[in-house]
Nanobody, 124 residues
Framework: QVQLVESGGGLVQAGGSLRLSCAAS????????MGWFRQAPGKEREIVAS????????YYASSVKGRFTISRDNAKNTMYLQMNSLKPEDTAVYYC?????????????????WGQGTQVTVSS
């Protein structure tokens, strides 16, 4: 079992920045591909970014590419999402997730463990 806890969400003005963290406990963090997802009201949960086990390979949704950066520190059992140039359309609950698959994982069904989510609200 892996327990995931997100933090760092909040209210920010458009153009601002936030840094989300995902702290993992339980089984070996470095053995999991990790991802960030988000879900806005009335919409499906969507992939934001994914990072491979060692952190050498990343994926970004086109809507966040160039603005968001995913990273991980396996020594600290923590994953991060640096979000810059935030837009009102980035408003959502952000979830971190862990997958036992190798490489990258881009679909919700590929993930085995989920955090409880953290709210990000971007005002215009």
């Amino acid at each position: 079992q892996v327990q995931l806890v997100e933090s760092g969400g909040g209210l920010v003005q458009a153009g601002g920045s936030l840094r989300l963290s995902c702290a993992a406990s339980g089984r070996t963090f470095s053995s999991y591909t990790m991802g960030w997802f988000r879900q806005a009201p009335g919409k499906e949960r969507e992939i934001v970014a994914s990072i491979s086990r060692a952190g050498g390979t990343t994926y970004y949704a086109s809507s966040v590419k160039g603005r968001f950066t995913i990273s991980r520190d396996n020594a600290k059992n923590t994953m991060y999402l640096q979000m810059n140039s935030l837009k009102p359309e980035d408003t959502a609950v952000y979830y971190c997730a862990g997958s036992s698959r190798s490489g990258l994982a881009l679909r919700t069904y590929e993930y085995d463990y989920w955090g409880q989510g953290t709210q990000v609200t971007v005002s215009s």
